[in-house]
T-cell receptor, first 113, second 114 residues
């Protein structure tokens, strides 16, 4: 069984540009989560999808961040325009349902220069 | 406020030595507690979790953790460290009502000397 995959593994962009991160959850997992770790600090929750619906997006830092999960399969996280403080590692996780273990992907390292 | 602290940013141990990684939490509700490990280039892997019951929890790779409610702690232990255990370890807390919004500690980086 394939795990959670994320693309790209590393992205370097300039301040003001747009970047789109992609997450493919484990097949059949309805729950999909985004987290990020900025500058070696704590890993922080961003948002949670159940199928294609946003269950909780209380962790999204501001309106420059837009997450989508069309069709309830893969998800994208777009940052537009990117700022220096957005640099960090963005993790995606999935689970088959509420109360189950979350399986994490390897993360996308975003560097904004 | 809900939080998780891991007092040790970095720990170095010799291969074969015992290991204890500390974790303290502040959480209003009855906590669910987790330890995750991230090896270089890998995603976060769940080592073990505590929901209820026996306060000594066994996990994968020979790790165990003990929940001490009076001390608000959930320390991770391993009796004999292997070189492959070098990684970053994260303590995390959630609850029955917010299981899906897990709060992570800052992480402890473990180096193992051959």
């Amino acid at each position: 069984e394939a795990g959670v995959t994320q693309f790209p593994s590393h992205s370097v962009i300039e301040k003001g540009q747009t970047v789109t991160l992609r997450c493919d959850p484990i097949s059949g997992h309805d729950n999909l989560y985004w987290y990020r770790r900025v500058m070696g600090k704590e890993i922080k929750f961003l948002l949670h999808f159940v199928k294609e619906s946003k269950q909780d997006e209380s962790g999204m830092p501001n309106n420059r961040f837009l997450a989508e999960r069309t069709g309830g399969t893969y998800s994208t996280l777009k940052v537009q325009p990117a700022e220096l403080e957005d640099s960090g590692v963005y993790f995606c996780a999935s689970s088959p349902g509420w109360g189950y273990e979350q399986y994490f992907g390897p993360g996308t390292r975003l560097t904004v220069t | 406020a809900q939080s998780v602290t891991q007092p040790d940013i970095h720990i170095t141990v010799s291969e074969g030595a015992s290991l204890e990684l500390r974790c303290n939490y502040s959480y209003g509700a009855t906590p669910y507690l987790f330890w995750y490990v991230q090896s270089p280039g890998q995603g976060l892997q769940l080592l073990l979790k505590y929901f209820s019951g026996d306060t000594l929890v066994q996990g994968i790779k020979g790790f165990e953790a003990e929940f001490k409610r009076s001390q608000s702690s959930f320390n991770l232990r391993k009796p004999s460290v292997h070189w492959s255990d070098a990684a970053e370890y994260f303590c995390a807390v959630g609850s029955k009502t917010s299981y899906d919004k897990v709060i992570f500690g800052p992480g402890t980086s473990l180096s193992v000397i051959p």
